[in-house]
């Protein structure tokens, strides 16, 4: 197996190319277990941080832009993006612990493919956007078209994701993301709940998204739970409304983390929450 570090989006493209086994990697916080385990070792691993912008974090008066291969803890702090984004954040903060946090990326979390990445419900919530980066150039997905079920996404294998772009937060809008562990720290979520919501002049909610993970081979949306939400004030009667869609749109396993109820009663008491 050979190591490259290239310094340009070209270079790395180009390094892709060259292998049919090749793999990029963000933090390696994936990668080196997969390796440790037993997986087939690619021919050549592409080190993605030491290309510029894919560990920049930048904010201009549309947009923040984040490298994809940014460590997670420049996000948690970051004092104005975790003050915007505090459900974004708060979902970066959960992957791993804070020495992980230096190495892993919302790219890497992405990409893994995992059904239980945190980070994955709260970028869906947002409207996150990917910009991937390949041979033929650049084209831009929505993260939610991203990941196509367990350990498999739509990104060829000469692509990778450069960076993602995030609209900034509009007025009287916020988003929260919980997530349920048999531990507090270090463990897989047995479900994660991310919740974005804006409210009108009068304080009704005017728009409102939802999303779940660990439920289902990828991140699910709640529409019924969404349209529950608009034009109320959160009462207690539309959040159980909430909270009964969102255990009807799971679709969860058994394993030994959870078994298919605990997680559907799980997803409605979190949706609530959040």
């Known amino acids: 197996m050979k190591y490259v570090a290239p310094s340009s989006v070209e270079e790395a493209t180009s390094l892709l190319s060259s292998s049919p086994s090749a793999q990029v990697f963000a933090g390696a916080t994936?990668?080196?277990p997969q390796l440790r385990s037993g997986r087939t070792a690619p021919e050549v691993l592409v080190d993605l941080k030491?290309?510029?912008?894919?560990?920049?974090?930048?904010?201009?008066?549309d947009k923040w832009t984040v490298g994809a291969a940014?460590?997670?803890?420049?996000?948690?702090?970051?004092e104005s993006f975790s003050h915007e984004f505090p459900g974004l954040s708060e979902a970066a903060g959960l992957i791993g612990s804070d020495q992980i946090q230096n190495r892993s990326s919302l790219g890497g979390n992405l990409c893994n493919a995992s059904p239980a990445a945190d980070s994955v419900p709260a970028m869906v919530v947002n409207g996150v956007r990917a910009v991937v980066a390949g041979p033929n150039g650049t084209r831009v997905l929505d993260v939610s078209e991203v990941v196509t079920g367990p350990g498999q996404t739509t990104l060829d294998d000469d692509e990778f994701?450069?960076?993602?772009?995030?609209?900034k937060m509009p007025n009287r809008s916020g988003d929260a993301y919980l997530r349920m562990t048999p531990r507090t720290e270090m463990d897989i979520a047995v479900v994660g709940a991310g919740a974005r919501?804006?409210?009108?002049?009068?304080g009704s909610i005017e728009q409102a998204v939802l999303a779940l993970g660990a439920v289902a081979p990828t991140v699910v949306r709640i529409p019924d739970a969404e349209q529950a939400l608009l034009g109320s004030t959160a009462d207690?009667?539309?959040?159980?409304?909430?909270?009964?869609?969102?255990?009807?749109a799971c679709n969860p396993i058994d394993d030994k983390r959870g078994?298919?109820?605990?997680?559907k009663q799980g997803a409605g008491v979190l949706a609530k929450r959040a």
Do not use: C, H, M, Q
Not at 197 to 202: P, S
């Open 30 to 32: 994936d990668v080196v």
């Open 259 to 263: 078994t298919v109820e605990y997680r």
């Open 50 to 61: 030491k290309i510029k912008e894919l560990v920049e974090v930048n904010s201009d008066g």
């Open 70 to 78: 940014t460590p997670t803890a420049y996000l948690t702090e970051d």
């Open 161 to 167: 994701i450069v960076e993602f772009e995030i609209d």
């Open 197 to 202: 919501v804006t409210l009108a002049d009068d």
């Open 236 to 248: 207690e009667e539309t959040l159980n409304a909430v909270a009964a869609a969102a255990s009807a």
